[in-house]
T-cell receptor, first 119, second 115 residues
Framework: NAGVTQTPKFQVLKTGQSMTLQCAQD?????MYWYRQDPGMGLRLIYY???????DKGEVPNGYNVSRLNKREFSLRLESAAPSQTSVYFC??????????????????FGAGTRLSVL | AQSVTQPDIHITVSEGASLELRCNYS??????LFWYVQSPGQGLQLLLK??????LVQGIKGFEAEFKRSQSSFNLRKPSVHWSDAAEYFC?????????????FGTGTRLLVSP
């Protein structure tokens, strides 16, 4: 029952350092998402991947890059970390279900999050 | 574009009392609506969803929510709160015309349960 797995769980970076947040899902889902969660702001979408080989910007993409490595994995990269990127990052995945054929699949499942501090 | 408002940042309820968490959305058509719960240090877990049909939907852990189109609301309710319900609750709206790809989340309501 792994679902969505994120690594690492915690990370502390210095300003200017780079790192990659990893996400993997074992539910054979087509779509994957990266969100950040900040106090008082809920979850905001950074990037998403509707299917393997495609990625699109969300609400707050600046300072981030993503890679949909294969159907299972969707990574988020910070090339030059800034204090404003201190946040909790969540990965999610969702099964396909277009045209109302299988609405039960149109649910996003979340990982446990990565807590990132940039000093 | 869709948006979600959760007007209550914090709510304190006595154990055993009833609960209602408010959610108002803005969207030009009938949206897809969700309630998620987040326990401390955890990811988000789906409580319930509304796609179509019966406007009163039942979820896990004894929660229910009612979609009211005229009020653009999707309030979450529970008749008797347990201490384990203390968590943060997020309402989210999904747009139908994007193939359900994106969700917009409210800012969350933190529920505190007093003995």
């Amino acid at each position: 029952n792994a679902g969505v797995t994120q690594t690492p769980k915690f990370q502390v970076l210095k300003t200017g350092q780079s790192m990659t947040l990893q996400c993997a899902q074992d539910m054979n889902h087509n779509s994957m998402y990266w969100y950040r969660q900040d106090p008082g702001m809920g979850l905001r979408l950074i990037y998403y991947s509707a299917s393997e080989g495609t990625t699109d910007k969300g609400e707050v993409p600046n300072g981030y890059n993503v890679s949909r490595l294969n159907k299972r994995e969707f990574s988020l990269r910070l090339e030059s970390a800034a204090p404003s990127q201190t946040s909790v990052y969540f990965c999610a995945s969702r099964g396909s279900g277009l045209n109302n054929r299988n609405l039960a699949k149109n649910i996003q499942y979340f990982g446990a999050g990565t807590r990132l501090s940039v000093l | 574009a869709q948006s979600v408002t959760q007007p209550d940042i914090h709510i304190t309820v006595s154990e055993g009392a009833s609960l209602e968490l408010r959610c108002n959305y803005s969207y030009g058509a009938t949206p897809y609506l969700f309630w998620y719960v987040q326990s401390p240090g955890q990811g988000l877990q789906l409580l319930l969803k509304y796609f179509s049909g019966d406007t009163l939907v039942q979820g896990i852990k004894g929660f229910e929510a009612e979609f009211k189109r005229s009020q653009s609301s999707f309030n979450l309710r529970k008749p008797s709160v347990h201490w384990s319900d203390a968590a943060e609750y997020f309402c989210a709206v999904g747009a139908r015309n994007t193939g359900f790809q994106k969700l917009v989340f409210g800012t969350g309501t933190r529920l505190l349960v007093s003995p």
